[in-house]
T-cell receptor, first 113, second 111 residues
């Protein structure tokens, strides 16, 4: 069946460095992708989304890149801060933004001071 | 606070008991979703509503689970005859035209 997965379970970065979190998806019909941040004991928090007709979208300190050819999604965080430490999930949907999402397993980002 | 709210935040129950959780979505969001999340895993879809209509249920949702959204606003998720395997975080999310916005979740522990 379709799945969304992350390449690495953990990522440790130095405060101030840029972080790159990668995600592979297998459903070629997916047309909407989203990144969430989840801190311990809290629900997932929306970070940034992208539709399949785009290959890059920028937010505040974050950029999402979509490569549909290899079915790869990445989240770049500029100047990583201690507050960025959390678990990050990518999720996808084949039916647009206002519909159910399929999540990957999550990757833990740890920021070293 | 105009985000998604869930109550209770924590629930401890004995095996075999029934539990009910409530979700209040963001105002005017027409879709409401329930997800379940276990430690170290991503959220898994359970069911969703468009207004008061339940449009899809996952095969994860056994007969012991039932969800309602009677007036198209808040929703309840009931688990009957709880089992230890039901222990998880139950997340609610809502959406309108954009992505899903999640609540803080209800953590269920079945002893």
């Amino acid at each position: 069946g379709e799945s969304v997965g992350l390449h690495l379970p953990t990522l440790s970065v130095q405060e101030g460095d840029n972080s790159i979190i990668n995600c592979a998806y297998s459903n070629s019909a997916s047309d909407y992708f989203i990144w969430y941040k989840q801190e311990s004991g809290k629900g997932p928090q929306f970070i940034i989304d992208i539709r399949s007709n785009m290959d890059k979208r920028q937010g505040q300190r974050v950029t999402v890149l979509l490569n549909k050819t290899v079915k790869h999604l990445s989240l770049q965080i500029a100047a990583t801060q201690p507050g960025d430490s959390a678990v990050y999930f990518c999720a996808e949907s084949p039916t647009g933004a206002n519909s159910k999402l399929t999540f990957g397993k999550g990757i833990t980002l740890s920021v070293r001071p | 606070d105009t985000g998604v709210s869930q109550n209770p935040r924590h629930k401890i129950t004995k095996r075999g008991q029934n539990v009910t959780f409530r979700c209040d979505p963001i105002s005017e969001h027409n879709r409401l979703y329930w997800y379940r999340q276990t430690l170290g895993q991503g959220p898994e879809f359970l069911t969703y509503f468009q207004n008061e209509a339940q449009l899809e249920k996952s095969r994860l949702l056994s007969d012991r689970f039932s969800a309602e959204r009677p007036k198209g606003s808040f929703s309840t998720l009931e688990i009957q005859r709880t089992e230890q395997g039901d222990s998880a975080m139950y997340l609610c999310a809502s959406s309108f035209e954009g992505g899903l916005y999640f609540g803080p979740g209800t953590r269920l522990t079945v002893t």
